[in-house]
Nanobody, 125 residues
Framework: VQLQACGGGLVQPGGSLRLSCAAS????????VGWFRQAPGNEREFVAA????????VYEDSVKGRFTISLDNAKNTVYLQMNSLKPEDTAAYYC???????????????????WGQGTLVTVSS
């Protein structure tokens, strides 16, 4: 599957952005989908995910209550709505899909098979 992420940009602290990630070649059906981010000099870290099966969502603690991950099966697109953005949210954001990801692996990069290119989010005044 090929993933195309977009929606990044420059936003002031407290602002909002919505990232999108569209899949081609395969649908998200029956797959886990996740968002990760990587700031300069840091490792890629988990942000949010939707699990397989019951489609439960999980979030990294620092984004809980501010970010929302959602999936539109008709458009084969996963979204990350980001509100109340902070400078520490600045990073390249990556979407990923996992065809056999189990719940315990949703927060782990190794649980995903395919990755999109990053879309850069900069939070600055």
């Amino acid at each position: 599957v090929q993933l195309q992420a977009c929606g990044g940009g420059l936003v002031q602290p407290g602002g909002s952005l919505r990232l999108s990630c569209a899949a081609s070649g395969r649908t998200f059906r029956n797959s886990a989908v996740g968002w990760f981010r990587q700031a300069p000099g840091n490792e890629r870290e988990f942000v949010a995910a939707i699990g397989r099966g019951d489609r439960s969502t999980v979030y990294e603690d620092s984004v809980k209550g501010r970010f929302t991950i959602s999936l539109d099966n008709a458009k084969n697109t996963v979204y990350l709505q980001m509100n109340s953005l902070k400078p520490e949210d600045t990073a390249a954001y990556y979407c990923a899909v996992g065809r056999r990801t189990i719940t315990s692996m949703l927060r782990n990069r190794a649980g995903y098979d395919d990755w999109g290119q990053g879309t850069l989010v900069t939070v600055s005044s």
